[in-house]
């Protein structure tokens, strides 16, 4: 069995208002952000990670650091970075919705196929994310048998979503539509047989920042 704990970089200096932070934007962690990785690593004390995986991009590997704590090595995997946003980098929504009016109204239409300007479509996102989920699952097919193969990941808001829409057979053209991907939330995807699919088992939950612990996800 392999349990895929899934989640989001904690609130960050470049949060609010909310803007694209993709892969070209250093952004780090506030008070607020530490203390959301904290939090859900209160929670998953209990759960011994086989590995860890987290984007590259340092709020990232920090909300992976602290949600870990030394129990495991983080593994840094640059298909786990945030969408390139390309010409919007550091652009607020608010502030394309305004001046890049049409590119917004084509991307909003289909984030599957329309490229950003000097970015990437969410068809180029889920090819690299496809590549990463058939590697784990590679892994754990490869790995002596024995009861449960846990792995965390660490990633964004979008090239999560985009990982949920492929994991669980959603047309790409849904991803920002059908999933929520919150700071530190938790969200947990378990395959019983590699070909099989995942079953989602908890979405986006974020019960863990004001005190819930345990685990929800069985």
Same mark, same amino acid.
Do not use: C, K
């Given at each position: 069995?392999?349990?895929?704990?899934?989640?989001?970089?904690?609130?960050?200096?470049? $949060?609010?208002?909310?803007?694209?932070?993709?892969?070209?934007?250093?952004?780090?962690?506030?008070?607020?952000?530490?203390?959301?990785? @904290?939090?859900?690593?209160?929670?998953?004390?209990?759960?011994?990670?086989?590995?860890?995986?987290?984007?590259?991009?340092?709020?990232?590997?920090?909300?992976?650091?602290?949600?870990?704590?030394?129990?495991?090595?983080?593994?840094?995997?640059?298909?786990?970075?945030?969408?390139?946003?390309?010409?919007?980098?550091?652009?607020?929504?608010?502030?394309?919705?305004? @001046?890049?009016?049409?590119?917004?109204?084509?991307?909003?239409?289909?984030?599957?196929?329309?490229?950003?300007?000097?970015?990437?479509?969410?068809?180029? +996102?889920?090819?690299?994310?496809?590549?990463?989920?058939?590697?784990?699952?590679?892994?754990?097919?490869?790995?002596?048998?024995?009861?449960?193969?846990?792995?965390?990941?660490?990633?964004?808001?979008?090239?999560?979503?985009? +990982?949920?829409?492929?994991? +669980?057979?959603?047309?790409?053209?849904?991803?920002?539509?059908?999933?929520? @991907?919150?700071?530190?939330? +938790?969200?947990?995807?378990?395959?019983?047989?590699?070909?099989?699919?995942?079953?989602?088992?908890?979405?986006?939950?974020? $019960?863990?920042?004001?005190?819930?612990?345990?685990?929800?996800?069985?």
């Amino acid at each position: 069995m392999l349990t895929i704990f899934l989640t989001r970089h904690g609130h960050t200096d470049r $949060s609010e208002p909310d803007r694209y932070l993709g892969q070209r934007v250093h952004a780090q962690l506030t008070e607020r952000g530490r203390s959301e990785a @904290q939090a859900l690593g209160d929670r998953l004390a209990p759960v011994r990670f086989d590995r860890v995986i987290s984007s590259p991009l340092g709020r990232a590997v920090d909300t992976a650091e602290r949600v870990v704590g030394g129990r495991a090595t983080v593994e840094t995997d640059g298909r786990l970075a945030e969408m390139d946003y390309g010409d919007w980098e550091g652009l607020t929504i608010d502030e394309v919705q305004q @001046q890049r009016a049409d590119e917004y109204r084509a991307y909003d239409a289909d984030p599957a196929t329309y490229r950003i300007p000097g970015g990437e479509s969410g068809l180029l +996102l889920a090819e690299r994310l496809t590549t990463l989920l058939d590697d784990v699952i590679a892994w754990w097919q490869a790995e002596p048998a024995r009861g449960e193969h846990n792995v965390l990941l660490v990633g964004h808001a979008s090239v999560n979503r985009a +990982l949920l829409a492929v994991s +669980l057979g959603v047309t790409l053209r849904d991803f920002r539509r059908r999933f929520a @991907q919150d700071w530190a939330n +938790l969200t947990v995807l378990r395959w019983s047989q590699p070909q099989a699919g995942p079953m989602l088992l908890l979405a986006n939950d974020m $019960s863990h920042l004001p005190g819930g612990a345990g685990s929800t996800w069985d």
